[in-house]
Structures are given as C-alpha cells and as structure tokens.
Nanobody, 126 residues
C-alpha cells in the first residue's frame, strides 16, 4: 500500500510559478512510476507528467511541455512538479498518482495507476 499526499497548490497570477510536491509513504520502493494528473471543473481528468524508472523515462503532456518539470527525490520519496509560465487554463485540481510496476508503453492512462493522492487546487488568475 502506498499513501500519497500532495502540497504546494494555491492561487497565482498568469505568468507565475508554483511547485507542487507529492510525498509517498508505505511501500514506496514498489512505485515504478510517479505522475501528475489534473482535472478542471467540468472536464475529464488529464495526464500532465510522469517520471518512470527513477527518471530514466519522463513524459509530458503537450500543453505543459516546456513549462512544467517533473522531478523525483528518491531519498525523500517525493515527486515534484515545477510549474512555470502558468496560464488560466492550467487551473485545476492536481493529483499525484503512483504505479506499482511498469514495463513500457503509455504513461497517460489514469486507469493504469494503482494509488492516488487527495489532490491540491491550483488556480491561475488572468
């Protein structure tokens, strides 16, 4: 069992930055993938970024590529999402997710993930 707790959300103006953190506890050594998803009001949950195999593979969704950076501190069992040049359309609840095992293929399917955090709100004002 893995427990994920997100932090770092808040209100920021367009063009600003935020850094989200997700602390993992429990059987963290089994988390082959740590990822971020988001869900805006009235929209479906969407993939944001993923860090697999300790950083050997990193994927980003097209809308955030070049603005967001996912990183992982294995010593602290924490994954971060640095978000720069934020836009109002980045407003959403951001969720951390963990996948126990991974042998390749897409990282963008939320249903493939085994554990989820409670989410943290990010609001970007125009």
């Amino acid at each position: 069992q893995v427990t994920l707790v997100e932090s770092g959300g808040g209100l920021v103006q367009a063009g600003g930055s935020l850094r989200l953190a997700c602390a993992a506890s429990g059987r963290t050594t089994s988390s082959a993938v740590l990822a971020w998803f988001r869900q805006a009001p009235g929209k479906e949950r969407e993939f944001v970024a993923a860090n697999a195999w300790g950083g050997a593979r990193i994927d980003y969704a097209v809308p955030v590529k070049g603005r967001f950076t996912i990183s992982r501190d294995n010593a602290k069992n924490t994954v971060y999402l640095q978000m720069n040049s934020l836009k109002p359309e980045d407003t959403a609840v951001y969720y951390c997710a963990a996948k126990a095992s991974y042998y390749g293929g897409t990282l963008e399917r939320g249903n493939d993930y085994d554990y989820w955090g409670q989410g943290t709100q990010v609001t970007v004002s125009s």
